[in-house]
Protein backbone atom coordinates (compact mmCIF):
# COMPACT_ATOMS: atom_id res chain seq x y z
CA UNK A 1 0.00 0.00 0.00
CA UNK A 2 1.83 2.94 -0.91
CA UNK A 3 -0.44 5.81 1.05
CA UNK A 4 1.47 8.42 2.36
CA UNK A 5 4.05 7.45 4.97
CA UNK A 6 4.87 10.18 7.99
CA UNK A 7 7.62 9.72 10.40
CA UNK A 8 8.26 9.28 13.06
CA UNK A 9 5.10 8.67 14.41
CA UNK A 10 6.13 10.23 18.10
CA UNK A 11 8.70 13.12 18.60
CA UNK A 12 9.48 13.82 21.87
CA UNK A 13 12.07 16.91 21.71
CA UNK A 14 13.51 19.50 24.96
CA UNK A 15 12.79 23.26 24.93
CA UNK A 16 15.06 24.89 22.09
CA UNK A 17 15.87 21.72 20.32
CA UNK A 18 15.54 21.02 16.53
CA UNK A 19 12.36 18.29 15.21
CA UNK A 20 12.46 17.36 11.84
CA UNK A 21 9.25 15.59 10.71
CA UNK A 22 9.37 13.45 7.20
CA UNK A 23 6.47 13.06 4.63
CA UNK A 24 6.44 10.85 1.83
CA UNK A 25 3.88 10.99 -0.85
CA UNK A 26 1.88 8.72 -2.59
CA UNK A 27 3.42 7.65 -5.48
CA UNK A 28 2.86 9.95 -8.26
CA UNK A 29 2.27 12.48 -6.72
CA UNK A 30 3.64 15.81 -6.52
CA UNK A 31 2.03 18.18 -4.59
CA UNK A 32 2.47 18.07 -0.41
CA UNK A 33 0.70 19.99 2.40
CA UNK A 34 1.54 20.17 6.06
CA UNK A 35 -1.34 20.63 8.30
CA UNK A 36 -1.20 21.23 12.49
CA UNK A 37 -3.62 20.15 14.61
CA UNK A 38 -4.47 20.81 18.63
CA UNK A 39 -6.56 18.72 20.46
CA UNK A 40 -10.03 18.56 20.07
CA UNK A 41 -9.68 20.90 16.97
CA UNK A 42 -9.98 20.85 12.69
CA UNK A 43 -6.44 20.81 10.98
CA UNK A 44 -4.77 23.99 10.14
CA UNK A 45 -2.94 24.53 6.66
CA UNK A 46 0.46 25.10 7.20
CA UNK A 47 2.23 25.60 3.59
CA UNK A 48 1.85 23.75 0.22
CA UNK A 49 5.24 22.25 -1.65
CA UNK A 50 5.54 21.04 -5.02
CA UNK A 51 9.06 19.69 -5.96
CA UNK A 52 11.53 22.61 -5.06
CA UNK A 53 8.86 25.01 -4.30
CA UNK A 54 6.92 26.40 -1.88
CA UNK A 55 3.67 27.69 -3.40
CA UNK A 56 2.33 29.38 -0.28
CA UNK A 57 3.40 29.46 3.21
CA UNK A 58 0.75 31.37 4.57
CA UNK A 59 -0.14 29.53 7.45
CA UNK A 60 3.52 28.47 8.41
CA UNK A 61 5.09 31.03 11.29
CA UNK A 62 7.61 33.48 9.89
CA UNK A 63 9.92 32.46 12.40
CA UNK A 64 11.55 29.06 13.57
CA UNK A 65 9.47 26.73 10.71
CA UNK A 66 10.47 25.92 7.89
CA UNK A 67 9.36 23.48 4.65
CA UNK A 68 10.98 21.57 1.90
CA UNK A 69 10.40 19.15 -0.72
CA UNK A 70 13.07 18.37 -2.30
CA UNK A 71 13.95 16.51 -6.30
CA UNK A 72 14.99 13.71 -4.41
CA UNK A 73 13.61 11.95 -1.06
CA UNK A 74 10.66 13.09 1.12
CA UNK A 75 9.31 16.10 2.01
CA UNK A 76 10.58 18.13 5.32
CA UNK A 77 9.05 20.31 7.89
CA UNK A 78 11.92 21.29 10.13
CA UNK A 79 10.69 23.36 13.86
CA UNK A 80 13.65 24.71 15.44
CA UNK A 81 13.96 25.75 19.10
CA UNK A 82 11.19 24.32 19.95
CA UNK A 83 8.60 25.56 22.63
CA UNK A 84 6.15 24.00 24.66
CA UNK A 85 3.52 25.75 21.73
CA UNK A 86 4.89 23.80 18.99
CA UNK A 87 3.18 20.46 20.48
CA UNK A 88 0.35 19.11 18.45
CA UNK A 89 -0.41 16.33 15.38
CA UNK A 90 1.66 17.42 12.18
CA UNK A 91 -0.50 16.18 9.22
CA UNK A 92 1.18 15.59 5.58
CA UNK A 93 -1.20 15.51 2.95
CA UNK A 94 -0.58 14.44 -1.13
CA UNK A 95 -2.28 15.13 -3.71
CA UNK A 96 -1.66 15.06 -8.25
CA UNK A 97 -3.28 18.32 -9.20
CA UNK A 98 -6.57 19.29 -8.54
CA UNK A 99 -7.35 15.80 -7.41
CA UNK A 100 -8.36 15.12 -3.56
CA UNK A 101 -5.70 15.57 -0.94
CA UNK A 102 -4.77 11.72 0.49
CA UNK A 103 -3.27 12.29 4.41
CA UNK A 104 -0.79 10.32 6.20
CA UNK A 105 -1.22 9.59 10.08
CA UNK A 106 0.68 12.14 11.16
CA UNK A 107 3.72 12.80 13.79
CA UNK A 108 2.59 13.77 17.34
CA UNK A 109 5.01 15.71 18.68
CA UNK A 110 5.85 16.49 22.16
CA UNK A 111 7.95 19.13 23.51
CA UNK A 112 9.26 18.66 27.75
CA UNK B 1 -12.79 30.28 9.09
CA UNK B 2 -14.43 27.43 8.18
CA UNK B 3 -17.13 28.12 5.60
CA UNK B 4 -19.43 25.06 6.53
CA UNK B 5 -22.09 24.27 9.68
CA UNK B 6 -22.30 20.75 10.69
CA UNK B 7 -24.19 19.42 14.51
CA UNK B 8 -21.85 19.42 16.51
CA UNK B 9 -22.39 15.13 17.29
CA UNK B 10 -24.95 12.38 16.10
CA UNK B 11 -25.57 8.79 17.06
CA UNK B 12 -26.47 6.16 14.44
CA UNK B 13 -27.58 2.75 15.33
CA UNK B 14 -25.14 -0.07 13.44
CA UNK B 15 -26.57 -1.15 10.03
CA UNK B 16 -28.90 1.60 9.86
CA UNK B 17 -27.99 5.02 7.31
CA UNK B 18 -25.92 7.40 8.85
CA UNK B 19 -27.41 10.71 7.05
CA UNK B 20 -24.80 13.33 8.06
CA UNK B 21 -25.96 17.14 6.99
CA UNK B 22 -24.15 20.03 5.98
CA UNK B 23 -24.80 23.62 5.54
CA UNK B 24 -22.75 25.69 3.15
CA UNK B 25 -24.95 28.82 2.56
CA UNK B 26 -22.53 31.03 0.92
CA UNK B 27 -20.53 28.71 -1.15
CA UNK B 28 -20.02 30.10 -4.43
CA UNK B 29 -19.77 28.67 -8.06
CA UNK B 30 -16.63 27.42 -8.24
CA UNK B 31 -16.45 25.93 -5.06
CA UNK B 32 -16.52 21.80 -4.43
CA UNK B 33 -17.92 19.98 -1.34
CA UNK B 34 -15.54 17.65 0.38
CA UNK B 35 -16.19 15.45 2.84
CA UNK B 36 -13.49 13.82 5.04
CA UNK B 37 -13.09 11.51 7.90
CA UNK B 38 -10.82 11.49 10.70
CA UNK B 39 -10.81 8.40 13.42
CA UNK B 40 -9.29 8.79 16.40
CA UNK B 41 -5.43 8.74 16.28
CA UNK B 42 -5.69 8.78 12.17
CA UNK B 43 -5.08 10.80 9.62
CA UNK B 44 -8.16 12.05 7.52
CA UNK B 45 -9.60 9.99 5.19
CA UNK B 46 -11.23 11.52 2.15
CA UNK B 47 -14.52 10.12 1.32
CA UNK B 48 -16.02 11.63 -1.36
CA UNK B 49 -16.48 15.21 -3.46
CA UNK B 50 -19.17 17.15 -5.88
CA UNK B 51 -19.58 20.06 -7.22
CA UNK B 52 -23.85 20.26 -7.91
CA UNK B 53 -24.58 16.36 -9.12
CA UNK B 54 -25.12 13.63 -6.26
CA UNK B 55 -22.10 11.42 -6.25
CA UNK B 56 -21.81 7.66 -5.04
CA UNK B 57 -18.54 5.51 -3.91
CA UNK B 58 -18.36 2.67 -2.30
CA UNK B 59 -17.80 4.58 0.58
CA UNK B 60 -20.69 6.95 0.54
CA UNK B 61 -22.90 9.00 -1.06
CA UNK B 62 -23.21 12.91 -1.33
CA UNK B 63 -26.59 14.55 -1.98
CA UNK B 64 -26.78 18.34 -2.48
CA UNK B 65 -29.50 20.45 -2.57
CA UNK B 66 -30.62 22.33 -6.04
CA UNK B 67 -29.40 25.60 -4.60
CA UNK B 68 -25.98 24.16 -3.14
CA UNK B 69 -26.71 25.37 0.33
CA UNK B 70 -25.91 22.57 1.99
CA UNK B 71 -25.37 18.65 1.50
CA UNK B 72 -25.41 15.50 3.22
CA UNK B 73 -23.58 12.54 2.94
CA UNK B 74 -24.97 8.80 3.32
CA UNK B 75 -22.92 5.99 4.89
CA UNK B 76 -25.47 3.61 3.72
CA UNK B 77 -25.30 1.08 6.17
CA UNK B 78 -23.20 2.47 9.43
CA UNK B 79 -20.88 -0.01 10.98
CA UNK B 80 -18.65 0.53 14.23
CA UNK B 81 -15.61 1.29 12.07
CA UNK B 82 -17.87 4.37 11.10
CA UNK B 83 -17.50 6.55 14.32
CA UNK B 84 -15.27 8.74 13.43
CA UNK B 85 -15.07 13.04 13.12
CA UNK B 86 -16.81 13.56 9.81
CA UNK B 87 -15.80 16.84 8.40
CA UNK B 88 -17.61 18.93 5.69
CA UNK B 89 -15.42 21.10 3.88
CA UNK B 90 -16.16 23.82 0.76
CA UNK B 91 -13.18 24.21 -1.73
CA UNK B 92 -12.31 26.03 -5.00
CA UNK B 93 -10.81 23.35 -7.32
CA UNK B 94 -8.40 25.92 -8.80
CA UNK B 95 -6.93 26.33 -5.04
CA UNK B 96 -5.39 23.52 -5.33
CA UNK B 97 -4.25 23.47 -1.25
CA UNK B 98 -5.71 25.16 2.10
CA UNK B 99 -8.78 22.90 2.87
CA UNK B 100 -10.17 24.85 5.84
CA UNK B 101 -11.29 22.78 8.34
CA UNK B 102 -14.09 23.00 10.76
CA UNK B 103 -14.56 21.64 14.13
CA UNK B 104 -16.82 18.43 12.36
CA UNK B 105 -19.74 15.95 13.40
CA UNK B 106 -18.69 13.38 15.87
CA UNK B 107 -20.39 10.32 14.54
CA UNK B 108 -20.95 7.87 16.94
CA UNK B 109 -22.38 4.14 15.42
CA UNK B 110 -24.33 2.33 18.75
CA UNK B 111 -24.84 -1.40 18.44
Known amino acids: NAGVMQNPRHLVRRRGQEARLRCSPM?????VYWYRQLPEEGLKFMVY????????ESGMPKERFSAEFPKEGPSILRIQQVVRGDSAAYFC??????????FGDGTRLSIL | DAKTTQPTSMDCAEGRAANLPCNHS???????VYWYRQIHSQGPQYIIH?????ETNEMASLIITEDRKSSTLILPHATLRDTAVYYC????????????WGAGTKLIIKP
Open chain 2, 50 to 54: GLKNN
Open chain 1, 93 to 102: ASSEYNQPQH
Open chain 1, 27 to 31: KGHSH
Open chain 2, 89 to 100: IVRDRGSNYQLI
Open chain 2, 26 to 32: TISGNEY
Open chain 1, 49 to 56: LQKENIID
